[in-house]
């Protein structure tokens, strides 16, 4: 029984295991993508190399068998940049948007083309819910949002953007309204209270966000009504408002809070405190001692006070989606204090791109949402609203991937923090769907060969199955004799879908509107 090291730590394994289930045993994490359980080892991803301290080699734990008296190292700068470089090569040949240009464009990234899919489907109450993880105030943000999503929809390109703000309108309008409106989801209660001073988008946005988090809020205005500011018409804000109060969040408005001890006295009955103003010049004139804030946490120098929105701006935005992502933002930091942790900014996430599509890529994308069905009644829950357009949906381009949240390839690439562009070549490559009329759909670009889907189709004894076409970087996986990809995986399509490291295999239920893994 071979006893070795790894990473100082002895562990006995059998006889012809490899280093990946020695490392397994001890509870170490070991990357991999091509690698599956049961399955033959192809060994192409490389992103499992382990330093052989005795040789000074970098070995793939996956495939290398542990061998009586092996020293591993798992970890450390060599290490880790090996395997940076294997993603990075893989990334070179990734040809795929993780995220679309309208979600990028949005300052709150909310996930655009997942809610018009779910609107496509029929569904506008969880489209409206989606919307609303990232943006509070939907109704009202898109009636008054110039729209920079709509901006940078590729659509336009063919004749027209999609009507982005019109399907959350829509959306909102058939949520927010009627006997039991939409109220998202909330933790458990964990005992913290904070003070918000502004009820414009800024601290609103923070409000929710915390009310959200478990945590008890109460916001200061000196106005009527919370967000009166904004140019929306009084029902829809006060739909939104709503929200907000079934969220437990408790206003105080008409008076506005004065500095000094009145202000010192709300900081000392809150757990934090937050200072939404709405410029910089309000937000000195009742806090002169707020000195620098941090425009990326919100932390100013005095503890337990935040700032956000335009009172952190010296040049005010009027772009109310802006001031509601720094609401969320602060909403992050303030959570991260009244947990007892230093300031946590959201992290930005890996984020491949395909950058500006051929004509004919367009094109074709175009003609293939032409296909795409339209809304289809669901229940009183699911029904549109009276002025909704259900043919604009069909319209999206689908630009996103839909496996952007489960991607092994792009949690890899944060992890390790990758530069896709590193080796990539400047020659532009044309998209490639391959449909099956099952609703299984294979996008060769965003495929990084790790042949997965290929051993899980032979196992099953499926036939044709997968295979590899071409040599070196032209290799491809394909379906033999240009078959039915859902002919050719009768019965191991769902679990290749599964075992798919990337988006290159999912399911493209009525042409991807509504599908979601």
Known sequence: MPELFVDGRPVSVSKGVTLLDATKRLGIPIPTLCFREGLPHHTSCMVCLVEDERSGRLVPACATQASDGDRVRTCGERVVAARRRSVELLLAEHDCDCEAPCTRACPAHADIPDAIRRIAAGD??????????????????????????????RRKRVDSAVDICGL???????????????????????????????????????????????????????????????????????????????LDIEFRTGRAVGPGSELEGI?????????????????????????????????????????????????????AVRSVADGMKVALT???????????????????????????????LAQRAAGKSGAQSGGATSAPAPDADITEAPRCLDCDCLRKDSCRLRRLADELGADARRYAG???????????????????????????????????GDRPG????????????????GDDIGRALPSSAAACVAACPTGALTWDTAGRKGARE
């Open 334 to 364: 303030v959570a991260s204090f009244l947990a007892g942790r230093p300031p946590e900014p959201e992290p930005r996430r890996f984020d491949s791109r395909r950058g500006v599509l051929s004509v004919e890529d367009l094109a074709m």
């Open 124 to 153: 506008w109450l969880a489209a409206l819910a989606r919307i609303m993880e990232r943006l509070p105030l939907a109704w009202t943000l898109a009636v008054v949002c110039p729209a920079p999503c709509r901006q940078a929809c």
């Open 426 to 460: 400047t020659e532009s490559r044309r998209i490639e769907l391959v449909a099956g009329g099952s609703g299984l759909s294979l996008e060769p670009g965003k495929c990084i060969k790790c042949g997965i889907c290929v051993r899980i189709a032979e196992a099953a």
């Open 466 to 481: 997968l295979s590899f076409s071409g040599r070196g970087p032209e290799a491809r996986v394909r379906v033999p004799f």
């Open 168 to 246: 959350k309108r829509a959306a909102a309008e058939t949520g927010l309204t009627g006997a039991d409106p939409f109220t998202p989801p909330a933790l458990p209660s964990t005992g913290k209270n904070v003070a918000i001073v502004g009820a414009g988008p800024a601290g609103l946005s923070a409000a929710y966000f915390l009310a959200r988090n478990g945590h008890r809020c109460v916001v200061f205005d000196g106005r009527d009504h919370p967000g009166d500011m904004l140019p929306a018409p009084p029902e829809v804000l006060e739909a939104d408002v709503g929200v907000l109060r079934r």
């Open 267 to 319: 900081r000392m009955e809150h757990d934090a405190l937050v200072l939404a103003t709405g410029s910089r010049e309000s937000l000195y004139a009742l806090l002169p001692d707020a000195g620098h804030v941090d425009r990326t946490t919100g932390v100013c120098s005095l503890p337990g006070v935040f700032v956000c929105g335009n009172a952190t701006l010296e040049q005010p935005t009027r772009l």
